[in-house]
């Protein structure tokens, strides 16, 4: 039979055990469960040791129930202190990862804006921001959220529907959803890049990026309803262009 100082101690639940079984929890789960495990200790303490009137009914308890109550709270406690172990482990852990992850997303930020420089002043350059927002959502990059035909027609409603256009003059209308775009586009690449389920570099994921574009490019771009979205935009950019050049 065990010695009941043994049955006071969770020999069983290692911070290592802890680390494994919390694989898929983060430290502030484990600091929940910590917190509420001091609480019922304290609980128990509270029923057989305090004046409390918890305490005092606590005392009509037989002593062998009262050391049975001692005991679960010595052996919570024994549970708590390797729990303790692991939240911090798993702390240092996070924090760690959370280094690595700002680190590369600074990296992803700074070859995307050397790959990518999207410069919008002619108008070659605005309608090329616009190719690539077609290039990439075909490839699943940018706003794969929607629809081919629902994407086109996303585009070219925001340059040929104004009806609901509110407090804006319809060519900065026009010029700030480009910048919408361009900004949308480099945060879906720096996203895009820093996938972490591989072992691949952020340079290595921006290389195959880069090259998938230029392999579907023409293929897209080739397509009628990229034409078309492209004949658009075209049309809707020249004529603030024209009107921004006359007298």
């Known amino acids: 039979m ?69 005991n679960a709270a010595q052996l919570i406690d024994s549970v708590n202190e390797n729990i303790t172990h692991a939240k911090e482990r798993k702390k240092r852990s996070e924090d760690a990862k959370a280094a690595w992850r700002k680190q590369r997303e600074k990296e992803a930020q700074n070859v995307c804006n050397k790959a990518f420089p999207l410069p919008h002043e002619t108008l070659e350059q605005k309608l090329e921001i616009i190719k690539l927002a077609l290039v990439l959502h075909r490839l699943g990059v940018y706003q794969d959220f929607r629809p081919g035909l629902k994407f086109h027609h996303a585009l070219r ?28 586009i480099l945060q879906s690449i720096q996203s895009a890049i820093t996938y972490e389920l591989d072992d691949r570099s952020v340079q290595e994921q921006l290389e195959e990026l880069q090259q998938r574009v230029a392999n579907s490019r023409d293929h897209v771009l080739a397509d009628p309803l990229a034409v078309e979205t492209l004949r658009i935009w075209s049309e809707a950019l020249a004529e603030d262009a024209n009107s921004e050049g006359q007298p």
């Open 157 to 184: 409603e925001e340059v040929t529907d104004f009806s609901r256009l509110i407090g804006w003059s319809i060519p900065k209308w026009k010029l700030s959803r480009l910048a919408d775009h361009r900004r949308d």
């Open 2 to 70: 065990p010695k009941m100082s043994n049955l006071t101690r969770a020999d069983g639940i290692t911070a290592d055990v802890v680390v494994e079984l919390s694989q898929f929890y983060s430290s502030n789960e484990l600091r929940s469960v910590q917190s509420k495990l001091t609480g019922n200790a304290r609980e128990l303490r509270n029923l057989v040791d305090s004046h409390t009137l918890l305490g005092r009914i606590g005392a009509k308890l037989s002593l062998e129930q009262r050391q049975l109550l001692k």
